[in-house]
């Protein structure tokens, strides 16, 4: 059965090791016979959350910047795909402030069932990621009805497209098409 998914790629930079993993990933999950879409961050406005908690009245944020319509998406979706770059041994920061201004949903009748993560990092050790996991249960925690349903992560990447021949390419190519 298809499903809607959708991947938000995190990265601010255009070919990062985490666009990748997110094209990867996407090229499986479309083979699948899904309908997917892909978002990228990068040259959106996205501010913080004021904490004013209007949002849980009202369907929507107040802030009136690029996350409205990127959250009305993601509500929309069966599947969700975050892909990110580890920072400091987190999720970046476009992410970070995304998960935020996404409280609109918690209140809402969300769609997505299932949660992926993809993540890259300069760092070697398979621990590098366990932040950004941690990051990302705490969000998925707060949704009754989702899961976090499966992790890739890339370690020992640092320029842009130096995941090429990493075998984080091919598990988010099988990830997504397992969807």
Avoid at 21 to 44: D, I, M, P, W
Avoid at 58 to 68: K, L, Y
Avoid at 92 to 113: C, E, H, I, V
Wanted: glycine letters at 8%; aromatic letters at 8%.
């Amino acid at each position: 059965m298809s499903k809607k998914v959708l991947v938000i790629s995190t990265s601010l930079h255009p070919g990062s090791n985490s666009d990748l993993l997110a094209q990867r990933f996407t090229q499986g999950a479309r083979e699948a016979g899904h309908e997917v879409e892909v978002l990228s961050l990068r040259g959106k406005d996205l501010r913080f959350c004021n904490g004013c908690l209007a949002c849980l009245k009202a369907p929507r944020c107040v802030i009136q910047d690029d996350a409205n319509d990127i959250v009305e998406k993601m509500g929309a979706a069966e599947v969700l795909c975050f892909a990110t770059p580890v920072y400091y041994y987190g999720m970046s920061g476009q992410m970070k402030t995304l998960l935020d201004r996404a409280n609109p949903l918690y209140s809402a009748d969300y769609a997505f069932r299932d949660i992926y993560l993809l993540a890259s990092a300069a760092e070697e050790d398979p621990h590098t990621v366990d932040g950004t996991v941690t990051g990302l249960t705490g969000w998925v925690d707060c949704f009754e009805k989702a899961r976090l349903a499966g992790t890739i992560f890339a370690a020992g990447v640092n320029d842009p497209g130096e995941v090429q021949g990493h075998p984080a390419l091919e598990q988010a190519y099988e990830l997504g098409k397992r969807i």
